[in-house]
């Protein structure tokens, strides 16, 4: 990060020794549910079309999109050659979030703004909690031989605030971009089932398909984001949470400053569904997945465009995020997302303690130096923590 309390420590990790074992799903169902509040939207920024973020009143909602129905049998590869790519190999850390936080702190400038912060216990993006909330099922994947994905972070802690953003040495970044590039077309067909669905405003035909392109297409630009930041409590942890909102309903206000979570809509391609196993995994890898990403923001609706291998758009399902969790109960491959939710607030106590107890024998080793006039403490760096969790192990550590 170029900014923001994570910069001051580049070059500054610390490992905590110690881990936390990940237990199996059904032992986070026994001590009873763990309370998640609705998310607030608090407020949203943009990105342009250059990367360029914007805050202030005028374009901080420029990239809000509004849903309308896209023709089915639409072509996904179309516009592929003009499409433009956001640079994957910046690191923007958590940059974003927090001076939109900071703008919005002075705007809001008063006491009512300062208890709000004050309480705050963790601040990051909601990608950031997907992980911590899918950890519970990656490693029942490992268990169950199927594939699972780990992950990196850093973690810092300041006047009690947990900073969480995305570890991306160069070497990830470097291995990142590649993937993207061998995998630039089926990213596409997900750019490009957005373009078929947004407009820059309201429309009053939303039910009726736009026409075919280009007339109704606008060429992907992976810059262009439209964020919200919601206030929400995940066990007792409140938090500030950024995450990118596709498009609002099509009968969403038309003064953005109106619009609140229960107008956020997350768009998904998938291939079509040909077997009974493709619907199991569907039901078992990407519901979890949608269900967990849309409910940490309070988005109430996720609509999946399926798609042939050829990229053709064949159909159209829409799913009520908080319904999901009903359609893969009592299944042998359901999951419950109160897991999700218990052994989220298990890491994210555990992050808490953990960086608390290092930070309470740096500050002691610090006294020492000091004491022997060895360091300048005004001088010395925010530690940052380097957090992995290896799915195969059931450690985050
Ligand atoms: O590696 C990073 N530094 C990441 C940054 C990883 C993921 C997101 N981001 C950025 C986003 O650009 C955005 O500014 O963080 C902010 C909030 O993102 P989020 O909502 O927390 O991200 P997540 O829930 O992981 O993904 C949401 C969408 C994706 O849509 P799908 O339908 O695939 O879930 O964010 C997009 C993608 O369209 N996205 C990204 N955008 C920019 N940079 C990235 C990325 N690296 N990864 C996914
Ligand atoms: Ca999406």
Same mark, same amino acid.
């Given at each position: 990060?170029?900014?923001?309390?994570?910069?001051?420590?580049?070059?500054?990790?610390?490992?905590?020794?110690?881990?936390?074992?990940?237990?199996?799903?059904?032992?986070?169902?026994?001590?009873?549910?763990?309370?998640?509040?609705?998310?607030?939207?608090?407020?949203?920024?943009?990105?342009?079309?250059?990367? =360029?973020?914007?805050?202030?009143?005028?374009?901080?909602?420029?990239?809000?999109?509004?849903?309308?129905?896209?023709?089915?049998?639409?072509?996904?590869?179309?516009?592929?050659? *003009?499409?433009?790519?956001?640079?994957?190999?910046?690191?923007?850390?958590?940059?974003?979030?927090? =001076?939109?936080?900071?703008?919005?702190?002075?705007?809001?400038?008063?006491?009512?703004?300062?208890?709000?912060?004050?309480?705050?216990?963790?601040?990051?993006?909601?990608?950031?909690?997907?992980?911590?909330?899918?950890?519970?099922?990656?490693?029942?994947?490992?268990?169950?031989?199927?594939?699972?994905?780990?992950?990196?972070?850093?973690?810092?802690?300041?006047?009690?605030?947990?900073?969480?953003?995305?570890?991306?040495?160069?070497?990830?970044?470097?291995?990142?971009?590649?993937?993207?590039?061998?995998?630039?077309?089926?990213?596409?067909?997900?750019?490009?089932?957005?373009?078929?669905?947004?407009?820059?405003?309201?429309?009053?035909?939303?039910?009726?398909?736009?026409?075919?392109?280009?007339?109704?297409?606008?060429?992907?630009?992976?810059?262009?984001?439209?964020?919200?930041?919601? +206030?929400?409590?995940?066990?007792?942890?409140?938090?500030?949470?950024? %995450?990118?909102?596709?498009?609002?309903?099509?009968?969403?206000?038309?003064?953005?400053?109106?619009? %609140?979570?229960?107008?956020?809509?997350?768009?998904?391609?998938?291939?079509?569904? *040909?077997?009974?196993?493709?619907?199991?995994?569907? =039901?078992?890898? +990407?519901?979890?997945?949608?269900?967990?990403?849309?409910?940490?923001?309070?988005?109430?609706?996720?609509?999946?465009?399926?798609?042939?291998?050829?990229?053709?758009?064949?159909?159209? *399902?829409?799913?009520?995020?908080?319904?999901?969790?009903?359609?893969?109960?009592?299944?042998?491959?359901?999951?419950?997302?109160?897991?999700?939710?218990?052994?989220?607030?298990?890491?994210?106590?555990?992050?808490?303690?953990?960086? +608390?107890?290092?930070?309470?024998? *740096?500050?002691?080793?610090?006294?020492?130096?000091?004491?022997?006039?060895?360091?300048?403490?005004?001088?010395?760096?925010?530690?940052?923590?380097?957090?992995?969790?290896?799915?195969? +192990?059931?450690?985050?550590?």
């Amino acid at each position: 990060p170029s900014s923001g309390p994570a910069a001051a420590a580049a070059g500054a990790e610390r490992t905590p020794p110690a881990g936390l074992s990940i237990r199996p799903p059904a032992q986070y169902l026994s001590a009873g549910p763990t309370p998640f509040q609705l998310p607030f939207h608090l407020t949203s920024f943009s990105y342009s079309p250059s990367r =360029e973020l914007l805050l202030d009143d005028a374009r901080k909602d420029e990239a809000l999109a509004y849903y309308r129905e896209p023709p089915l049998g639409s072509d996904l590869n179309y516009g592929f050659e *003009q499409a433009v790519w956001r640079d994957g190999s910046v690191d923007e850390g958590l940059d974003a979030l927090l =001076e939109t936080l900071s703008s919005w702190a002075r705007k809001n400038a008063g006491p009512a703004a300062d208890d709000l912060l004050s309480k705050i216990s963790v601040i990051t993006w909601r990608g950031m909690l997907t992980k911590l909330m899918l950890a519970v099922y990656e490693a029942d994947n490992v268990a169950n031989g199927r594939r699972a994905d780990g992950w990196e972070m850093n973690a810092m802690v300041v006047d009690g605030c947990l900073y969480l953003e995305e570890s991306n040495p160069p070497a990830k970044l470097t291995a990142k971009s590649a993937s993207e590039l061998s995998n630039a077309l089926p990213s596409y067909y997900g750019y490009s089932f957005e373009s078929y669905c947004t407009t820059a405003g309201p429309s009053s035909s939303a039910t009726s398909p736009a026409p075919a392109p280009p007339h109704s297409f606008h060429v992907p630009n992976t810059n262009v984001q439209w964020c919200s930041v919601v +206030k929400t409590n995940l066990g007792g942890f409140r938090a500030l949470v950024g %995450g990118e909102v596709d498009c609002v309903r099509s009968d969403a206000p038309a003064d953005a400053r109106k619009v %609140g979570t229960k107008d956020f809509v997350e768009l998904k391609t998938n291939l079509v569904i *040909q077997s009974q196993r493709d619907e199991v995994n569907f =039901e078992r890898l +990407k519901l979890l997945k949608h269900y967990v990403q849309s409910f940490l923001l309070g988005v109430p609706r996720i609509t999946v465009g399926f798609r042939t291998r050829a990229g053709e758009l064949a159909a159209l *399902q829409h799913f009520n995020t908080l319904e999901i969790p009903r359609l893969v109960r009592g299944k042998p491959h359901a999951w419950d997302p109160a897991a999700c939710l218990a052994s989220a607030k298990e890491l994210l106590a555990f992050l808490h303690a953990q960086i +608390k107890a290092h930070e309470a024998t *740096q500050r002691a080793e610090a006294a020492l130096a000091d004491a022997c006039d060895l360091e300048d403490a005004g001088m010395r760096e925010w530690p940052v923590f380097r957090v992995s969790f290896d799915p195969a +192990k059931r450690l985050v550590s």
